[in-house]
């Protein structure tokens, strides 16, 4: 028999502003004990020192985290120039040091066109991504560098915002990219094309996907209403299971297409799209899950929430 889980079955999504400090499953813990949630995961890590957008899915919304997980992030971040980092970030040691003084926002701004659009990056040694089953920042910490697959990420937006000229100059720039893209691999590679070296001072997600900082709340928000016992003030900050799945065609089903659906079997449905992985929608407007498309037409079941939720 499986062990019953502790806490309360809530669910949908919280959008987050994480605070800085905190890795992105500290900061999960942290919600989910605020909330008394018998199940909770995030959405695709933030560095320590970054802040930002964070969603946090609780209950059924964790089935559907991995649409969250590939969607395009939006980035706020100060670039500084004339030093580089052993992280390529303000946490790492200073590895290089140099003067940025004859550094003009005309430079920086020529130099940024080449990093847009689709971009080949190599990711930082100082990630999560994994070899031989260790993360790579294992190995950093170990003073071992590996060898590092380049691969291409999207690069949509890559704005100056300000520019303050210095030995250290430092550019306030705005990002949004495709999922997997490092923005300190971007600074830096922004600093060796301009011959100064550069690492990420400053960092905020400013959007994850259909979710944006104007939707976040802070820790210190949520643990208030906690402290007041107000579950159900906390539980009406929370959006819809479905909430980041809007992008995806929408299926509607009828009653006893959405019955053998929720059993298990593909079934037939006038109108559905032609593709998938669909939004399955109920007769009664309830979100029931995500299907796909067969080559016969039909809607299959792929993930469906729980009919108890």
């Not at 430079?107 to 930082?124: F, K, N, T, W, Y």
């Not at 550019?171 to 100064?196: F, M, N, P, W």
């Not at 449905?269 to 998938?276: D, E, F, I, N, Q």
């Amino acid at each position: 028999m499986a062990r019953r889980r502790k806490g309360r079955p809530v669910s949908g999504i919280l959008v987050l502003d994480k605070p800085a400090g905190k890795s992105s499953n500290g900061a999960m813990v942290v919600c989910r004990a605020i909330y008394n949630a018998s199940k909770a995961g995030h959405t695709g890590a933030l560095d320590p020192l970054a802040t930002g957008v964070l969603p946090i899915c609780f209950g059924e919304a964790t089935k559907f985290s991995q649409f969250l997980l590939d969607a395009d992030k939006g980035y706020l971040s100060t670039f500084v120039f004339g030093e580089r980092r052993s992280t390529g970030d303000a946490e790492g040691e200073v590895v290089d040091e140099g003067d940025a003084s004859a550094l003009t926002a005309a430079d920086v701004e020529g130099a940024m066109q080449g990093l847009r659009g689709r971009i080949s990056q190599v990711p930082p040694m100082y990630s999560a991504l994994k070899r031989d089953g260790k993360p790579l920042y294992q190995l950093a910490r170990q003073g071992i560098e590996v060898e590092r697959k380049a691969r291409d990420v999207e690069i949509s937006r890559f704005e100056l915002l300000d520019f303050r000229p210095g030995r250290r100059a430092e550019a306030d720039v705005l990002v949004h990219c495709s999922k997997g893209t490092y923005i300190r691999s971007l600074a830096e590679d922004l600093g060796a094309t301009l011959e100064t070296g550069a690492y990420v001072g400053q960092l905020r997600r400013s959007a994850a996907g259909p979710f944006a900082l104007d939707q976040a709340y802070s820790i210190d928000a949520i643990q208030a209403l906690r402290d007041r016992q107000a579950f159900a003030e906390l539980d009406e900050l929370l959006l819809p299971v479905d909430a980041g799945l809007e992008h995806l065609s929408l299926c509607e089903l009828g009653e006893t297409a959405a019955h053998y659906l929720s059993q298990g079997q593909p079934v037939q449905v006038p109108s559905a799209p032609l593709k998938g992985p669909v939004r399955l929608q109920g007769p009664d407007g309830v979100f029931l899950g995500i299907g796909d498309i067969l080559d016969d037409g039909r809607v299959a079941p792929k993930r469906l929430i729980s009919a108890a939720s």
